[in-house]
């Protein structure tokens, strides 16, 4: 696929949004395509994401992660557990800039990278944590501290929930961002949700697809209700939670 102009890139960003029954305005993608430029430019450095094509970072990595918006209503502050090169929090953190985000992964040079973006683009809604993230859910300003938490392709879902749900408040919601095989993850997880007070609520999971040169991507976001406050003992420490999932 042709690399897009500036203005091919905000208008067809927009464009894709709006067939997801995403609202994206002018200024949002602006600071999108700066994020990509950024992302671009420092992928020449290190190894930040495998998705470079315009196209594909439009569909891939901004509207993949826009399309948690269905699932996110009010909430106030919102972590981003194992970020990566900041997705899915920093393209949502520029959607909701009302929304305090929390952006944590355990390598540093990511971090240096998305502190350059915050910086570029001056978002004040942003704070970046360089962290593991089962050391930092032990810690009180983190543990049971956000309205939700977000996390997309970090680990299978009985030893991500374990890294993510002691973030998350009593009622608040984990929103997991899955391939067509959530269904098999889930079924997988009962024994991690129980021990963890957690719940899926199947009936607001979100399912969607899209496709990108004759190939077709199923895609659900789980979104899993934090009934009670996590056990004392949870998360447990990496070498716990590889040896033994829950």
Not at 45 to 50: D, I, R, S, V
Not at 127 to 138: F, G, L, P, T, Y
Not at 180 to 206: C, F, T
Request: proline share 3%.
């Amino acid at each position: 696929m042709k690399s897009l102009t500036d203005e091919e890139f905000i208008t067809t960003l927009i464009q894709e949004c709006k067939k997801q029954n995403i609202e994206l305005d002018e200024s949002k993608a602006q600071a999108l395509k700066e994020y990509k430029e950024l992302l671009i430019e420092w992928n020449e450095k290190m190894n930040l994401t495998a998705i470079t094509e315009d196209y594909e970072v439009i569909i891939k990595h901004f509207v993949d992660c826009l399309e948690c918006t269905h699932l996110i209503s009010n909430e106030k502050k919102i972590i981003d557990v194992g970020t990566g090169a900041g997705f899915p929090g920093m393209p949502l953190a520029i959607y909701y800039p009302q929304i305090e985000f929390t952006l944590l992964d355990g390598l540093n040079k990511r971090l240096i990278f998305l502190e350059e973006v915050v910086n570029k683009l001056g978002l004040k809604n942003v704070k970046i944590v360089h962290a593991r993230a089962e050391e930092a859910a032990r810690n009180e300003e983190y543990f049971e501290s956000f309205d939700a938490v977000v996390s997309r392709a970090v680990a299978n879902l009985p030893v991500l929930l374990e890294y993510t749900s002691p973030y998350v408040k009593v009622n608040g919601k984990c929103i997991v961002m899955k391939g067509d095989n959530a269904k098999e993850e889930l079924d997988l997880a009962k024994n991690a949700m129980n021990i963890l007070k957690l719940k899926n609520i199947e009936n607001k999971e979100y399912k969607y697809s899209y496709t990108i040169n004759n190939e077709e991507y199923n895609r659900t976001i789980l979104y899993i209700e934090k009934v009670g406050n996590t056990p004392n003992k949870y998360p447990r420490n990496y070498g716990q939670i590889k040896k033994k999932a829950l």
